[in-house]
């Protein structure tokens, strides 16, 4: 995701530094399975696992790039970003 071209002009972070991203993310990533929630995005019920697993793990942000969920913008007080919104807001 982060070294994308289309993201990397956001960033420009080197590749090492990258990867050093990655690992913090995953460091600070918690894994969960998901129980399914119901009918959250009536446009593309397979995107509903995303918010099911954002609920569950109890996260701050969820990072798409999937245009159903990006027009949700938030989910239960849940931000819904962009990879490009992402990294202009948490690592420029």
Not at 11 to 39: F, M, N, R, W, Y
Not at 65 to 75: A, I, M, N, P, Q
Request: hydrophobic share 45%.
């Amino acid at each position: 995701m982060l070294n994308r071209p289309k993201i990397v002009k956001y960033h420009k972070l080197t590749p090492e530094q990258i990867d050093d991203v990655i690992d913090e993310l995953i460091k600070a990533s918690e894994l969960v399975s998901g129980h399914h929630l119901g009918s959250a995005v009536s446009d593309d019920p397979d995107d509903d696992i995303f918010l099911a697993v954002a609920l569950e793990g109890g996260a701050d942000v969820v990072i798409s790039g999937d245009s159903h969920l990006l027009v949700l913008k938030t989910f239960r007080d849940i931000p819904i970003i962009s990879p490009a919104d992402f990294v202009v807001r948490f690592l420029s």
